[in-house]
């Protein structure tokens, strides 16, 4: 560094330094230009979060029902129709195959 630069060193260490901060400042994390893309995450996981909360108290409302001293036999019956695969006669029932059939392979050409 050249004897003249010396004493203007510090200033443009200093001078630099406030850029960047001014930079961050502006487009960072938390800056003032993203305070939008701030209040749609917050909205989003706000929605996220009250969803999450009726979820909830909807697994409680089914689980309060199971339990011996409340046992809802309708829910009950659901149940067991649904982890054994039964249906009731009067229930319209469309089967539906699970299993891909698969890839058939064209002759060779000749």
């Known amino acids: 560094m050249p004897e003249w630069m010396k004493p203007y060193a ?3 260490l200093l001078l630099l330094s406030v850029l960047y901060l001014g930079v961050q400042a502006l ?14 995450t917050l909205a989003d ?5 009250l969803r999450l909360t009726e979820e909830r108290q909807e697994l409680e409302l089914r689980v309060r029902y199971l339990q011996t001293d409340h046992l809802s ?3 009950l019956e659901e149940r067991a129709r649904v982890l054994l695969g039964y249906a009731d006669p009067a229930d319209h029932v469309i089967r539906v195959s699970l299993t891909t059939p ?3 392979q064209a002759a060779p050409a000749l």
């Open 10 to 12: 510090l200033s443009a």
């Open 27 to 40: 487009t960072g994390q938390y800056g003032l230009l993203t305070g939008d893309e701030r209040a749609a």
């Open 45 to 49: 996981r706000e929605a996220a979060a």
């Open 73 to 75: 036999r309708d829910l």
């Open 102 to 104: 698969a890839p058939t």
